[in-house]
């Protein structure tokens, strides 16, 4: 059995830009077809940054609507986290730029976590590692991207993803069912099919081979993290997973028999916003209040390196 941390998400928060940009528009400047992009992928629009509108700015925005939702201001924040792969700055860090946004003048550290689609998992496990260790007791983790900057929009791939940022604040709970679990991996001898080359200003992508993987280790990083819990699938109420395809994820609930309602998806409004994804997902899930208190919530992604990871949460 995996450790477990008893936390609490005590507040979500989410912001996307006002831009909408659909697929009709992307149809114009790309070689591709509305119709395709919205059957395969289950995009119909994605949001796209403002000239000047960074990562710090939206990670900030969502921030400040997860410090809200939980009743404390930033200065109570103890760790902040950032995970993002497309930092406004090679240096400083994009969470030392938010921390700045968001007026929070403590001392508490403030670091980015670059694990592209994976990066909100890493940063809640981390935190919630850290939580449980005593060093902190309240987090802010926030997930954040503006993939339009490293966009090429006259090439096909274009239409995979969109702006936004999503964000929680995590406490150490005294609640007897409290539970964080998680399982993170990586596996890196195909670096390449989606990266960012160093002599280049857009990604590079592979789409088929991030599909077979994405399709196979993230049923199995969901199967693995219920199985080290001592839980089975039927035991969870709500799957709130990375929005990498709309087939992808339809071939994952097929493949964990998983009904539809269980398993979450905004991306036909979104797309895919890598470290935003999750919790961004999670926010429009709890404001909706489709999750009720002691459901096991299970987190899951997958991102380039490659890089993948569960967890289970129960929900109070």
Known sequence: MIPTCKIRISGTGSYTPERVVTNQELAELAPTSPTWVYERLGIRERRVVAPGQLSSDLAAAAGEAALAASGLSGNDIDLLLVATSTPDRKAPSTACLVKNKLRIDNLCPAFDISAVCSGFIYALATAGHLIESGAYSRALVIGSDTFSRITDWTRRDCVFFGDGAGAVVVEASDYPKAML?????????????????????????????????????????????????????RDVACVIPHQPSITLLRKTREELDLPAS???????????????????????????????????????????????????YRWH
């Open 262 to 312: 269980v398993l979450k998806t905004n991306m036909e409004q979104y797309a895919n916003t890598s470290a935003a994804t999750i919790p961004l997902l999670l926010d429009e899930t709890a404001r909706r209040n489709e999750i009720k208190p002691d459901d096991l919530v299970v987190f899951a992604a997958v991102g380039s390196g490659w890089t993948w990871g569960a967890a289970v």
């Open 181 to 233: 679990r998680s399982l993170l991996f990586s596996e890196t001898s195909n670096t390449d099919h989606f990266t960012v080359f160093p002599e280049d200003e857009h990604f590079t992508m592979n789409a088929r081979a991030v599909y077979e993987t994405g399709s196979s280790v993230l049923p199995h990083a969901i199967r693995a993290v219920l199985r080290h819990s001592s839980l089975g699938l």
